[in-house]
């Protein structure tokens, strides 16, 4: 008997949140089921070793610049979407918004039913021309997965796709059970910091969408005891020579620290006090449910994503967008109450249990199984 056959297509293999979670569903799915899949990655990254590991992959090559993102030979097209439909495909699976545009390369010879997971809102949308995009091929999918409720709005509101057209099945965490035995790494001795200084972390790239620059100044608004982390991203160049002249003029350089792009960051979230996700727009952001994982407060803007869909269960504090000195007074009220940190710590690692991977695949594998019947 076949075996039922998926493709999947990510826009990159980056070291970011859609490309992991896409990496950790079909993880599960060599272990858990017996299909068999294949990647198109538009783009290669970081993690494109681990994409090869599970399956066979291709990758289409970026000419030049983002906005031609999906601008590639037509000999390389010709080759692989011949080779791909030999394959037949039981299912076709787009990770992102930004992987949308590769459904015409594919044409009207791919009758299988098809499913988009969609990681984004309004701004990535906007970036990518995705509204246009979507409300124009949204019927050739069975289903569109939004990752919170915020982006299940977003579609349904400002789209206006179908309610009964979208599945809210949240970001899965993987290895749940092994935060606790992770050992955090010592940052106030790597940095050399007082033991008494109090560790605010951030995560991700180095961007305006992740509010890097909010992080950095927020430390104007904050006490000489407060250290701010930011795990994640590159500096170089300009970029870098840009950066440290900001710092120098705010006079917090000494109270930065950045720490580039990490293959595991969990033991450095584990010795952070709290987690200040400071996103401008993160529809689930993973980073929030590993710090969360970590036992850390979370604190978040409102009408910035889904985070706020676990920090208003108990696990931290929801602010004004983009209100810094609210920021620094949640700081500061932390600081100062080590019993508050422990309370709402241990409330977001019992939450975040509820975005489990086995609990979030069983919901995204019931989606796959139903579609492939249809």
Request: glycine share 6%.
């Amino acid at each position: 008997m076949n075996q039922n056959k998926i493709l999947f297509i990510s826009h990159d293999a980056s070291r970011t949140g859609a490309p992991i979670v896409l990496l950790n569903i079909c993880k599960w799915l060599k272990s858990h089921t017996k299909f068999e899949f294949q990647f198109v990655l538009l783009q290669g990254g970081e993690l494109f070793e681990e994409f090869t590991e599970l399956a066979s992959t291709h990758v289409l090559k970026q000419q030049s610049g983002i906005r031609r993102f999906f601008t590639f030979k037509k000999d390389v097209n010709h080759k692989l979407i011949k080779n791909l439909k030999k394959q037949n495909f039981n299912l076709i699976y787009f990770n992102t918004i930004a992987s949308l545009k590769f459904l015409s390369k594919l044409g009207e010879d791919f009758p299988q039913p098809k499913i988009i997971h969609i990681h984004e809102l309004s701004f990535a949308f906007d970036f990518f021309n995705g509204a246009e995009l979507l409300q124009k091929e949204f019927s050739r999918f069975y289903k569109i997965i939004a990752v919170s409720k915020a982006v299940q709005e977003y579609l349904n509101l400002k789209l206006n796709i179908p309610e009964d057209e979208i599945e809210l099945i949240h970001e899965p965490l993987v290895g749940l059970n092994t935060f606790n035995l992770t050992d955090p790494i010592d940052l106030r001795n790597i940095l050399n910091l007082k033991n008494d200084a109090f560790i605010v972390g951030g995560s991700g790239t180095r961007d305006w969408r992740k509010g890097f620059d909010l992080f950095l100044q927020t430390a104007l608004y904050t006490n000489r005891e407060v250290h701010f982390v930011w795990i994640g991203g590159f500096s170089v160049g300009v970029e870098l020579s840009k950066l440290n002249h900001e710092l120098e003029r705010f006079g917090v350089a000494d109270r930065i620290h950045l720490i580039d792009s990490v293959e595991n960051p969990i033991p450095y979230y584990k010795d952070f006090d709290l987690f200040y996700l400071c996103s401008r727009e993160d529809p689930f952001p993973l980073v929030s449910l590993e710090n969360a994982a970590c036992g850390n407060p979370i604190l978040c803007f409102e009408n910035a994503g889904g985070a706020s869909e676990i920090v208003l269960k108990g696990a931290g504090r929801v602010l004004p967008y983009s209100n810094l000195i609210e920021v620094a007074k949640a700081i500061e009220i932390y600081q100062n109450n080590p019993l508050l940190m422990e309370k709402e710590g241990e409330a977001a690692r019992l939450i975040v249990k509820e975005y489990d991977i086995e609990i979030m695949m069983k919901k995204t594998l019931s989606l796959m199984q139903t579609s492939i019947k249809k």
